[in-house]
C-alpha cells in the first residue's frame, strides 16, 4: 500500500488491509492493533517540535537533521517509519532570506510519522492549488508575513518525499531550554503557515 495516498484515508486503508490479511490467514488481528498503535502514539506535532527544539540548542544536530532526516531523528526518539513503509523526510530550514512552505499539490502526503495527522485545509483543493501559485496570499490568509524581501520556497511532498520545515529560534528565547523551546513550536509553523 505504497503510493501517493498513503496518508489521507489511512484509518480506512488499514480495516481494509487488515480484513484482507486477516481473511487470508497472513496475520493476527492483534498484532497489528500493536503496530498501529505504536504508529500513532508517536505522531503529533510534540515529536517534531521536539526536534526543532534540538536543533536550535545543538548545531551539530541541526546539521545531521537537515544532511538526513530519516538519519537524525532517533537522536529524539523519533522515526519515519514506525511499522509503517519509511518515507524520506527533508527538513528544510527557514533563514533570514528564505522561508518554506510545505504542501503536496496532488493529493495530501505528510509526514504523519513526526506531525502526526494533517489538518483539513492542508488537503484542501483551495490550499493545494493555490500555495504554490500564490504562496504570499495563502500565508496573508493564516495572518503570517514573511517580510517583502524573503523568498518563499514551497516544497511539494511526493509518495517517496515528505518535508518538514524547520522554523527560526524566535529572538529572545535564549534564556529557555529545550522543553520550553519545543513548547514554542506549532503544527503551522512546521507546514510553514507560521512564523514558528
Ligand atoms: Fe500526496
Redo the contacts with the bound molecule.
Keep these: 500500500m505504497s503510493g501517493?495516498?498513503d496518508d489521507a484515508p489511512i484509518a480506512a486503508q488499514v480495516r481494509g488491509l487488515e480484513a484482507l490479511l486477516e481473511d487470508r490467514g497472513l496475520v493476527d488481528a492483534r498484532e497489528l492493533d500493536r503496530a498501529l498503535e505504536a504508529f500513532l502514539a508517536g505522531s503529533s506535532p510534540a515529536g517534531a517540535a521536539r526536534a526543532v527544539a534540538r536543533a536550535w540548542t545543538d548545531d551539530d544536530f541541526r546539521r545531521r537533521l537537515l544532511d538526513d532526516a530519516n538519519a537524525a531523528l532517533p537522536e529524539v526518539r523519533l522515526s519515519m517509519g514506525g511499522g509503517l513503509q519509511e518515507q524520506r523526510l527533508k527538513v528544510v530550514e527557514n533563514t533570514a532570506a528564505v522561508h518554506n512552505v510545505i504542501v503536496?499539490t496532488?493529493?495530501?502526503?505528510y509526514p504523519i510519522a513526526v506531525l502526526g495527522p494533517s489538518p483539513t485545509w492542508y488537503k484542501s483543493e483551495a490550499y493545494r492549488s493555490r500555495v504554490v501559485r500564490d504562496p504570499r496570499g495563502v500565508l496573508a490568509e493564516f495572518e503570517f508575513d514573511p517580510g517583502p524581501d524573503v523568498e518563499i520556497t514551497v516544497w511539494d511532498?511526493?509518495?517517496e518525499s515528505r518535508y518538514m520545515v524547520l522554523p527560526r529560534r524566535p529572538e529572545g528565547t535564549e534564556p529557555l531550554d529545550e522543553a520550553e523551546l519545543a513548547a514554542l513550536v506549532t503544527r503551522n509553523g512546521l507546514i510553514g503557515v507560521a512564523a514558528v
Design positions: 501517493h495516498h503536496c496532488l493529493c495530501s502526503c511532498a511526493s509518495a
